[in-house]
């Protein structure tokens, strides 16, 4: 089954300490992206990348790395979390031609204490 | 920068149509999407539309778009319980996708 699929899905933590959500997609796209959602406020990208060992900042991306070492992984790290990135973050991948429909795993709620 | 828009909330009565509007400020974006979230879940795409089209319907599901006035709307006939969702506009620029706030659609008997 196509999917993209984001691990943990809950994460309840503590100021300053270091966490990784996962990202893997099956699907073999070049194009993967990470976004927030927070009420109010839809959906804004923190980072995206066009293929391997090529990532780009987007909208948000203080307080956040990724890397892409692989084409079926995007991990996002927070190397030291606040509690203003308490927040639910989707990760999305997409090929770049057609339509570009962004296909997006169910979603990591985050919690910063 | 990109900025879309759309209100937040609708309520629409079962078996009325739903009209959720949304307007964006790039004029260069190639397509135009509309995303579904249900409680619970990541986005999916319902439909999306190519900036050179102006109407593009399926099953249900309308939308219109004014690139004059760079408005998007999508309307929902029939609405269902199952329509009752998080809805999302979208526009592309390049590789990059700008969404609005999105609108909680509430759908009641």
């Known amino acids: 089954e196509a999917q993209v699929t984001q691990n943990p899905r809950y994460l309840i933590t503590v100021t300053g300490k270091k966490l990784t959500v996962t990202c893997s997609q099956n699907?073999?796209?070049?194009?993967m992206s990470w976004y927030r959602q927070d009420p109010g406020l839809g959906l804004r990208q923190i980072y995206y990348?066009?293929?391997?060992?090529?990532?780009d900042k987007g909208d948000v991306p203080e307080g956040y790395k990724v890397s892409r070492k692989e084409k079926r992984n995007f991990p996002l790290i927070l190397e030291s979390p606040s509690p203003n990135q308490t927040s639910l973050y989707f990760c999305?991948?997409?090929?770049?031609?057609?339509?570009?429909?962004?296909?997006f795993g169910p979603g990591t709620r985050l919690t910063v204490l | 920068g990109e900025d879309v828009e759309q209100s937040l909330f609708l309520s629409v009565r079962e078996g009325d149509s739903s009209v959720i509007n949304c307007t964006y400020t790039?004029?260069?974006?190639?397509?135009l999407y509309w995303y579904k979230q249900e409680p619970g879940a990541g986005l999916q795409l319902l439909t999306y539309?190519?900036?050179?089209?102006d109407m593009k319907q399926d099953q249900r599901l309308t939308v219109l778009l004014n690139k004059k006035d760079k408005h998007l709307s999508l309307r929902i006939a029939d609405t269902q319980t199952g329509d009752s969702a998080i809805y999302f506009c979208?526009?592309?620029?390049?590789?990059?996708?700008?969404f609005g706030a999105g609108t909680t659609v509430t759908v009641r008997a």
């Open positions: 979208a526009e592309r620029n390049d590789y990059k996708l700008s």
């Open positions: 699907m073999n796209h070049e194009y």
């Open positions: 539309i190519f900036s050179n089209m």
């Open positions: 790039d004029s260069s974006s190639t397509y």
């Open positions: 999305a991948s997409s090929t770049p031609g057609g339509n570009n429909e962004q296909f």
């Open positions: 990348s066009m293929n391997v060992e090529v990532t």
